[in-house]
T-cell receptor, first 112, second 113 residues
Framework: DAGITQSPRHKVTETGTPVTLRCHQT?????MYWYRQDPGHGLRLIHY???????DKGEVSDGYSVSRSKTEDFLLTLESATSSQTSVYFC???????????FGPGTRLTVT | GENVEQHPSTLSVQEGDSAVIKCTYS??????FPWYKQELGKRPQLIID?????GEKKDQRIAVTLNKTAKHFSLHITETQPEDSAVYFC????????????FGTGTSLTVIP
């Protein structure tokens, strides 16, 4: 599983509260991604990173921010959670040599 | 940006039959096309991929074909088994720049024993 973990795996939070999801890798790959997965929409890119402190927006970035202060950690923050952000969030990395993309186990977030 | 369309959204086949899932893409610059299998409650898993310098790639019962001119690629599963039941996603990307992947909306495959 390419040494990629996510925490927490499940979270229930209230509307308006801040939430941070963590993605951690052990293999020093440069590219990391955050996706959300919702029925009927497949996997949609939120933000991605191409190195420490280098990030860019994906197609559904509104309401989300990211940070990458170390190669191994990529954080996704919902500044003020809304019910529309209830989803399953997947972190992924891209292997630096093969270019294959591997996913973390996912975080199920429920905003009530 | 790139737009990937995937068909069908659902597919049911009898065990032992073949299954074919098709994707089209819009950006001729895309040169890397992976396929993922996602079982219920699990993460997407890479099952096969193809680069634009290759027309077909096989791995046991699965194969992927690519038509660059028509901008479409397909996943073929032969001799289907119940454990092939899952959601399958196609994607398109650029190998050299390594930035975004664009995903299709998925195909739910059910193999009927």
């Amino acid at each position: 599983d390419a040494g990629i973990t996510q925490s927490p795996r499940h979270k229930v939070t209230e509307t308006g509260t801040p939430v941070t999801l963590r993605c951690h890798q052990t293999e020093n790959h440069r590219y990391m991604y955050w996706y959300r997965q919702d029925p009927g929409h497949g996997l949609r890119l939120i933000h991605y990173s191409y190195g420490v402190k280098d990030t860019d927006k994906g197609e559904v970035s509104d309401g989300y921010s990211v940070s990458r202060s170390k190669t191994e950690d990529f954080l996704l923050t919902l500044e003020s959670a809304t019910s529309s952000q209830t989803s399953v969030y997947f972190c992924a990395l891209r292997d630096s040599t093969s270019y294959e993309q591997y996913f973390g186990p996912g975080t199920r977030l429920t905003v009530t | 940006g790139e737009n990937v369309e995937q068909h069908p959204s659902t597919l049911s086949v009898q065990e032992g039959d073949s299954a074919v899932i098709k994707c089209t893409y819009s950006d001729s610059a895309s040169n890397y096309f992976p396929w993922y299998k996602q079982e219920l409650g699990k993460r997407p898993q890479l099952i096969i991929d193809i680069r634009s310098n290759v027309g077909e790639k096989k791995d046991q019962r699965i194969a992927v074909t690519l038509n660059k001119t028509a901008k479409h690629f397909s996943l073929h599963i032969t001799e289907t088994q119940p454990e092939d039941s899952a959601v399958y996603f196609c994607a398109a990307s650029w190998v050299n720049t390594g930035n975004q992947f664009y995903f299709g909306t998925g195909t739910s495959l059910t193999v009927i024993p």
